[in-house]
C-alpha cells in the first residue's frame, strides 16, 4: 500500500496572510448560508408528509439501500465538485491563490455544526417536498467527501510530469481530451484512494443527517441513521444491534463489490515504470474480468465512455507558451484587491452577525470549551497510540497476520461509529458514569482504525534488507523500536493520527452530547456547545463555535501535524 | 480540421514548394525575466533553416539552449524575440507537420502501445478505422510488431523509445524533432535504434521530409547528420556549422569519420576568446556558473587514471571515453569541471593534468581534501559566498534557502537545485562546511566552531 499524504497536509508555498482571507470568505459563506436558512425559519415550512420509520427488521433493508443510494449521490456531487474546482484551481494562478486556501479551511470546519441550517435552508429551496430533506442530507455527506478528494486532484495536476504536458500539447489534444487523457488517468490512484477514505467517513455523516430536528420539528428520510434515532427514542436496544447488523452487511457488500476492484484496478494508472508485482485479482474483477456477459457491458460502456473522452469539444488551436513574460502586476494588484475588499465584506458581515448577541466572554468560554476537547483529543491520541502501534507493528511485520487484518482494518474504520454509541450511553446511563470522560471515548471509536491500518501498512513496508541489517546488528528491545521501528513506520503513524484526530474533532459535536430515551448526557467540550446552541436555534453561537473550532484544527494542522510529517518524512527517506 | 491523406507521404518527390524552406528561425533569442539581476539570457541571436531531405544536428554542452531551441521549433514555446516561420508562415503553436520524440519517452504509462501511437491521431479527429490501420502500419514499420496490447512498463528502455518513435511518425509528419532520443538507452540499444532509424530514412520509408535532433553525443551526430550546429553556451548561439560529408551507412572506424569527430571535440572544448573571458556580461559573483553534479570519488578516479600510464598526464578525450567504458558526452562535463577548479585543462579534444591535479592525484587522502579546499576557494567564488555568510554570523549557520534563490536568479530551478547540490557535496567532502539536512542549514564543524 501506498503512503498518500494526507490532503491537510498538502505542503502548498503559499503565505498565511491567505488563510486568514480564505478564513473569513468560508466563513462568511456559511453565515449566508444561515442568514438565508434563518429567513425561511420564520416563515412557517409546510410540514413534509413527516416518514414514519418502522422498527421492524424487514424494513431495515430498504433503508440501507435508501442510505446507500445518498451516500453516491453525495459521492457524484464530490466528484463532479473535484473535477471542477481543483481544475480551475490547477490551471488558473490567480484563481489558485485564493480557492486553494479555501478549500483548506474548508477541510478543517465541522460542517456537521452547521446541519441544521444546511437543512433548513434546502427546505426553503424546496418547500413542502421531501427533496428538500434529501438534499440537504446529501449535502452534508457531500461536505463530508468533497474537500480532500478534490485536494487529491488539485495536488496531482500540479504534479503532472512536464514530459507527458508536453505530448499533449505538441500533438495538439484539445483541453477535454487531455482531461481525460492524462490529467484524470494520473490522478486516479490517489483519487480512488480518497474516495475510499472520504466514503468510509461518510457512512458517519449518512447516519447523523437522516434524522435533523429543527426547532421541534424533526424531519426524518427513510434510512438506517433514522432507523436509529427512532430506535433511541424508544429505547429499543433490540433494534439498535439490527442496524448494527445491516450496516455492517451494507459495508461488507460495498467493500467486496465497489472498493477492492476499484483500488486494484486504479493500479494500472500508477506513475511508475516497472512493473510491480500485484497482490491477487479481487474476486468481483475477476468475474467482472473474465464473464461474457459483463466484459461485454464493460466493453461498451468503456466503448462509449472513451467515445466521448475523445471529442475535441474545442475548436481553438493550442498556442505557445509565453515563458518570458511575466504576469502583469497591475492584474494581480487587481485582483488582491477584489478579495481583500470581498474578505472585509465578509469580516464585516460576521462581526454585523455576531456583535447582536454576543459579547468577549463569549469567545473566552468557546476557547475554554475547544480546549477541553483538544485536550480530549490528545489524550485519545496517545492512548490510541500506545495500543495500536505495538499491535499494528507485530502484525505488519508479519506477512500472513497482516493479509487477513488488514482488510479488517480498513473495514472498521468505515463503519459509522455513530451506530455503536447507544450502547456505551446505556453502560453509562446505567452505572452512572462520569459523561466527560466516558462520553471521551466515542469520539475516537470510529476513526482510531486509520492509526492501526496505517501502522501495518508502514511496518509492512518495511524494507527487508533492513531488518536483515537489524537483526544482523542484534538490535533489540527499547533500541530497536528507537532508532529502527519507530522512525520507520513515523510517516505512516502520522498520516494515520491525521485522519483520525481530524474525524475526533468533528465527531465530538455528536459524541459529546448523547441521549437514551430521555435521559440526556453531555460532556464539557466545544462539541456540546455546538450542538446545545444548535438544539436552542442560537445561530451566533453556533458559528461561533464552529469558527474556534475550525481555528483548533487549523492551527493543530499547522503546528503540530504539517511539522511533525515533514520531519518524519524527510528523516526517514532515502534519497 | 484538415486531416493528411492515409496514403504514406513517402516516397513522394520534390513538389513546388521544394525551394521554399520548411523551417526558418531568424534573429530569436530567448530569455528569462529574474528580479535581483540582468534578464538570463538563453538562445540570443539564433538562425536556424531546414530543408527538405535532410538531417540537422544540433550540438552542444548542457545547458547551453538546445532543448529550448528545439521547444521553439515544435511551436511549445514563444521566443522572447524573433520569428520562427513554418512552411513560409509565422508559428503560433504545434504545428500539424511536426512531431516530437522525447528522451523520457514521454509515454502514458496507462495506455497500451497502441493507445499511445493513435493519441495523435485522435487529437486529429481521425476515424477508429483509419487510426487503426495507420497505427499498425506505424508499429510494423518501427518494428514492434506483435507488441500492440503491451504496456509501456513491460517494455525495455529500447522498445520503449521505439514507441515514441511510432507515435510520431504516425501523424506523417514533415519534421521529425528528436531531443537526446537515445541517450536514456544502453550503448547497444541506441545503435541498433540509430541503425534502425538511418535505414528506414536511407530506404525512403520514414514518412517525415527532415529530423531535426538534439544530441550531447558527438559520435551520434556525426553518424546520423547531414549538417551539425554547434552551439556556444552562455548565452547559447550557432557557434559552428559543419556538413558532413559522408555516405550513409557510415562507418566510425573510418579515419576521415574520426577526424571529423576529433575536430568537433576541437571546437568543443576550445576555449572562449580570450576578449569575451575579459569583459563577463555579469559581475563574476561565482553565482552565475551552474555546476556539474560531478562526484568527488569519480573526480579523483579521473586524475589517477590520467596521472598514470598509459596516459601519463595527457589523454584524448575520445580514446580516453572509450577505455573507460564512458559516453562521450558524459566525460565532457567531467573534464570541464576538472578544468574549471583547475585540476585539468581541456585543449582541442585533449585532456591535459595540471600540476595541481598530478600533486592531487599522488596525495592521500587527508591531503587531497585540502588541495581540493584550496582549489574550491579559489575557483568557486559560491563556495566562498557561503563560507563567508556562516562566518559573519554569531550562531554560524547560514540557510540554503537565500543562496538557492540567489542562484535561482542566473539558471532554472532545476539547474540551481543540482548546483546547490553540488557545492554541498564538494563542501563537505573538503570540510569547508557542514550541511544539516534537516535544517536545511550550512554550519561549520564542532573544532572550526570553537576557531572561529
Ligand atoms: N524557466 C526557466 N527559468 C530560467 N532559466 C531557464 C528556464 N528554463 C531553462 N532555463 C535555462 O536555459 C538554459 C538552457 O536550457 P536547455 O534545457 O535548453 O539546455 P540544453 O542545451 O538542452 O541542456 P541539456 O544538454 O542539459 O539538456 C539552462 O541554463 C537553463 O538554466
Ligand atoms: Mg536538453
Given at each position: ?5 494526507p ?20 466563513m ?7 442568514d438565508?436558512g ?8 409546510a ?16 433503508y440501507?439501500?435508501?442510505s446507500?443510494?445518498?451516500?453516491f ?5 464530490s ?6 474546482y ?15 486556501p479555501?478549500?483548506d479551511?474548508?477541510?478543517?470546519v ?21 427533496m ?5 442530507s ?9 474537500w480532500?478528494m ?36 494520473f ?14 467517513g ?10 435533523v ?18 430506535a ?22 460495498y ?22 508485482i ?6 468481483m474483477?475477476k ?7 459483463f ?19 474545442s475548436?481553438a ?10 504576469p ?27 456583535s ?8 473566552g ?34 506477512p ?7 482488510p ?20 453509562i446511563v ?7 470522560i466516558?462520553l ?6 470510529g ?7 496505517n ?25 530497536w523500536w528507537?532508532?529502527v ?29 448523547a ?6 448526557l ?18 451566533a ?35 | ?13 520534390m513538389?513546388?514548394?521544394?525551394i ?18 540582468a534578464d538570463?539570457?538563453v ?5 536556424l ?5 535532410e ?5 552542444g554542452?548542457?545547458?547551453?539552449g538546445?532543448s ?9 514555446l ?6 520562427v516561420?513554418?512552411?513560409g ?36 479527429g481521425?476515424?477508429?478505422h483509419?487510426?487503426e490501420?495507420r ?6 514499420l518501427?518494428g ?5 496490447g503491451?504496456?509501456p ?14 507515435r ?6 514533415d519534421?521529425?524533432?528528436m ?8 550503448v547497444?540499444?541506441?545503435?541498433t ?12 520509408k ?5 529530423v531535426?535532433i ?5 559520435e ?16 547559447g ?14 562507418n566510425?572506424?573510418?579515419p ?6 576529433d ?10 576568446p ?10 563574476p ?7 556539474h ?16 600510464p ?7 578525450l575520445?580514446?580516453l ?5 564512458y ?15 583547475g ?25 587531497r581534501?585540502?588541495i ?12 566562498n559566498?557561503?563560507?563567508?555568510v ?26 540551481a ?10 563542501g ?15 554550519g561549520?564543524?564542532e573544532e572550526d566552531?570553537?576557531?572561529?
Open positions: 500500500m501506498t503512503n498518500y499524504t490532503s491537510i497536509l498538502a505542503g502548498r508555498r503559499l503565505p498565511n496572510r491567505w488563510d486568514g482571507a480564505a478564513l473569513l470568505l468560508v462568511g459563506l456559511l453565515i449566508a448560508l444561515v438565508v434563518r429567513g425561511t425559519i420564520s416563515t412557517p415550512i410540514a413534509i408528509q413527516n416518514t414514519t420509520i418502522h422498527l421492524d427488521p424487514s424494513y431495515l433493508p430498504y440501507a439501500l435508501r446507500t443510494a445518498r451516500m449521490a453525495a459521492l457524484f456531487f466528484l463532479l465538485f473535484t473535477f471542477t481543483a481544475t480551475l484551481a490547477a490551471k488558473s494562478r490567480r484563481a489558485g491563490m485564493v480557492l486553494v479555501i478549500l479551511i474548508l477541510q478543517s465541522p460542517i456537521l455544526g452547521f446541519l441544521t441550517f444546511t437543512t433548513v435552508f434546502f427546505m426553503g429551496l424546496f418547500p413542502g417536498k421531501v428538500g430533506a434529501e438534499l440537504a446529501v449535502f452534508v455527506i457531500f461536505t463530508s467527501q468533497a480532500n478534490a485536494f487529491s486532484f488539485y495536488q496531482s495536476l500540479t504534479t503532472l510530469p512536464n514530459d507527458l504536458q508536453e505530448v499533449s500539447r505538441s500533438f495538439r489534444l484539445s483541453p477535454w481530451q487531455k482531461f481525460w487523457r492524462l490529467d484524470v488517468p490522478a486516479m490512484p490517489g483519487l480512488v484512494w480518497n474516495t475510499m477514505l472520504s466514503m468510509s461518510g457512512w458517519f455523516f449518512v447516519v447523523a443527517s437522516e434524522a430536528t429543527v426547532g421541534n420539528t424533526t424531519f426524518t428520510l427513510p434510512g438506517i441513521g433514522s432507523y436509529v434515532a427512532t433511541l427514542r424508544e429505547e429499543n436496544l433490540r433494534a439498535i444491534f439490527y442496524a448494527i447488523l445491516a450496516m455492517l452487511v451494507v459495508i461488507l457488500l467493500d467486496q463489490l465497489i472498493f477492492r476492484p476499484l483500488v486494484a484496478w486504479s493500479a494500472k494508472f500508477r506513475f511508475e515504470t516497472t512493473a510491480a500485484s497482490g491477487p485479482e479481487p474476486w474483477l468475474l467482472l474480468r473474465r464473464t461474457q456477459l466484459r461485454e457491458i464493460g466493453e461498451t460502456v468503456t466503448g462509449a465512455m472513451r467515445a466521448v473522452f475523445r471529442l475535441r469539444l475548436f488551436a493550442t498556442r505557445q507558451v509565453d515563458e518570458s513574460r511575466e502583469s502586476r497591475a492584474v494581480d494588484a487587481l485582483w488582491f484587491t477584489a478579495i481583500a475588499l470581498v474578505a472585509a465584506y465578509a469580516g464585516w458581515k460576521i462581526i454585523g452577525f455576531i447582536g448577541t454576543l459579547h468577549w466572554h463569549d469567545l468560554q468557546a476557547m475554554l470549551m475547544g480546549t477541553f476537547t483538544m485536550l480530549r483529543v490528545t489524550v485519545l491520541m496517545a492512548v490510541a497510540a500506545i495500543i495500536w502501534v505495538p499491535v499494528g507493528v507485530w502484525i505488519g511485520l508479519r500472513k497476520a497482516t493479509r487477513i487484518a488488514q479488517i482494518a480498513q473495514f472498521l474504520a468505515a463503519f459509522p461509529a455513530n451506530l455503536l454509541f447507544p450502547p456505551v450511553v446505556l453502560l446505567y452505572y452512572h458514569l462520569s459523561a466527560d466516558w471521551t471515548p466515542l469520539m475516537l471509536i476513526t482510531q482504525w486509520y492509526v492501526l491500518f501502522v501495518i501498512a508502514g511496518a509492512a513496508a518495511f524494507p527487508g534488507d533492513m531488518k536483515e541489517a537489524v537483526a544482523n546488528f542484534h538490535i533489540q528491545g527499547w533500541l528507537r532508532k521501528m519507530i522512525p520507520g513506520i513515523l510517516p505512516y503513524f502520522i498520516t494515520g493520527a491525521i485522519t483520525a484526530s481530524g474525524g475526533a474533532w468533528n465527531a465530538s459535536i455528536v459524541a459529546e452530547v441521549s437514551w430515551g430521555n435521559h440526556t453531555a460532556a464539557h467540550g466545544l462539541g456540546a456547545y455546538i450542538a446545545e446552541a444548535t438544539a436552542n436555534g442560537d445561530t453561537r453556533v458559528v461561533l463555535g464552529v469558527a474556534v473550532m475550525a481555528t483548533f484544527v487549523i492551527t493543530f494542522n499547522r503546528i503540530l501535524w504539517r511539522p511533525l510529517y515533514a520531519y518524519a518524512t524527510r528523516r526517514t527517506t532515502l534519497g | 480540421m484538415p486531416t493528411q491523406p492515409a496514403a504514406p507521404l513517402w516516397g513522394k518527390t513538389d513546388q514548394n521544394a521554399q524552406p520548411l523551417l526558418t528561425v531568424r534573429n530569436c533569442r530567448q530569455s528569462y525575466h529574474k528580479e535581483a539581476s538570463l539570457v538562445l540570443d541571436d539564433v538562425d533553416t531546414l530543408q527538405e531531405g538531417i540537422v544536428g544540433l550540438l554542452r548542457s545547458g547551453s538546445k529550448t531551441l528545439l521547444r521553439i521549433v515544435s511551436g511549445l514563444k521566443p522572447t524575440a524573433g520569428e516561420k513554418w512552411r508562415e509565422t508559428l503560433h503553436g504545434p504545428a500539424a507537420g511536426v512531431a516530437m520524440v522525447f528522451q523520457s519517452f514521454a509515454l502514458f504509462p496507462w495506455l497500451t502501445v497502441q493507445e499511445n501511437v493513435e493519441l495523435g491521431l485522435e487529437a486529429l481521425v476515424k477508429k483509419e487510426r490501420e497505427s499498425e502500419e506505424a508499429i510494423d518501427i514492434l510488431g506483435g507488441y500492440d503491451a504496456y512498463k513491460e517494455l525495455s528502455g529500447g522498445m520503449r523509445q521505439r514507441v515514441g518513435l511510432a510520431a511518425l504516425v501523424v506523417h509528419p519534421l521529425l524533432l531531443d537526446e532520443p537515445f541517450s536514456a538507452l544502453d547497444l540499444t541506441a545503435e535504434l540509430r541503425t534502425d532509424l538511418i535505414d528506414l530514412w536511407m530506404d525512403k520514414l514518412p517525415v521530409k527532415s531535426l538534439v544530441t550531447h553525443n558527438i551520434e551526430a556525426v553518424l546520423m547528420c547531414d549538417r551539425i550546429l554547434v552551439f556556444s553556451s552562455n548565452p548561439r550557432v557557434a559552428h556549422e559543419l556538413t558532413v560529408p559522408f555516405a550513409h551507412p557510415r566510425r572506424f573510418d576521415a569519420f574520426r577526424q571529423l569527430v575536430d568537433i571535440y576541437g571546437i568543443m572544448t576550445r576555449r572562449a580570450k576578449e569575451v573571458q575579459a569583459a563577463p556580461a555579469v559581475p559573483t561565482g553565482f552565475a556558473t551552474p555546476l553534479p560531478v562526484g568527488t570519488n569519480l573526480m579523483a578516479g579521473l586524475l589517477e587514471t590520467l596521472s598514470s598509459p596516459y601519463d598526464g595527457r589523454a584524448d575520445p580514446a571515453a572509450a577505455a573507460l567504458q559516453e562521450a558526452d558524459e566525460l565532457l562535463p567531467l573534464g570541464e569541471t576538472l578544468g574549471m577548479l585540476f585539468a585543462e581541456l585543449e582541442e579534444g585533449d585532456l591535459i593534468l595540471t600540476e595541481t591535479g598530478k600533486r592531487f592525484a599522488e596525495a592521500e587522502t587527508e591531503d581534501k585540502e581540493f579546499a584550496t582549489q574550491l576557494k579559489a575557483h568557486v567564488p559560491l563556495i559566498a557561503i563560507r563567508a556562516i562566518d559573519q554570523r554569531s550562531n554560524h549557520r547560514a540557510s540554503a534557502v537565500r543562496f538557492r534563490d540567489e542562484l535561482e536568479d542566473h539558471m532554472s530551478p532545476e539547474y537545485e543540482e548546483t546547490l547540490r553540488t557545492v554541498i557535496s564538494w563537505r567532502y573538503a570540510e569547508i562546511f557542514e550541511y544539516d539536512e534537516e535544517a536545511q542549514q550550512f561549520l564543524e566552531e570553537e576557531e572561529a
